[in-house]
């Protein structure tokens, strides 16, 4: 199947509410055309360099999300374009993306990754961290950045009631912090929960997009 082909099943699958975000790590220039020609529009990378190279390279209209773990001293470079950064998980990197987002004479959404998976590996921030961030002067002082939602990443692991179970914990946190008032600065509008292997099973726990990248590049 083409890559067109297969965006158009996911899209099927997914449903028109959820946001599908075209995770491009693994794949060439011309394999994102593709992709952009068949009407895709927002696309992932988890690495600096690779996300300038193609962003270089590729259309302006493009939305480009950095989906990895950003070094703070890395986001001047992505700064300028970067359309949402999904892994942001402290509040040093926070301050960095507003500086450099106040450099450019801009404002850049910022999703905050929740840690739900058991492994030690996975980075984030538990939901206490979460909200004692949200609630700090440090963090309100930051005026050149939004908070529009969380991200979070399951373990990798067969059983759906584990998966289920965690993706249900950053649905929880989620509701808890758009029931509340942070301010102007926290909207929560998106859940990036789910990807190739487990999008399902986050969409039925309350994620609105979701980040597939072998599913369409296989
Ligand atoms: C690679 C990656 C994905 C996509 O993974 P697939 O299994 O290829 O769908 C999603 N989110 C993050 C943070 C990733 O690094």
Redesign the pocket.
Known sequence: MSIADNLSELKEKYGSDVALVA?S?YSTVDQVREAYDAGQRIF?E?KVQDVLVKAEALPEDIEWHF??HLQRNKVKQIAPFVSLIQ?CDSLRLLQEINKQAAKNERTISCLLQMKIAQEESKFGMSANEILNLLKSDDFRALNNIKVIGLMA?ASNVREEAVVGAEFGKAKQLFNDIAQSDFGAQVQMEILSMG???DASIAIANGSNMV?????IFK
């Open positions: 995770v790590k992932g988890n989906i990895g892994a990443m990807m190739s292997q980040r597939v990248g072998s599913a």
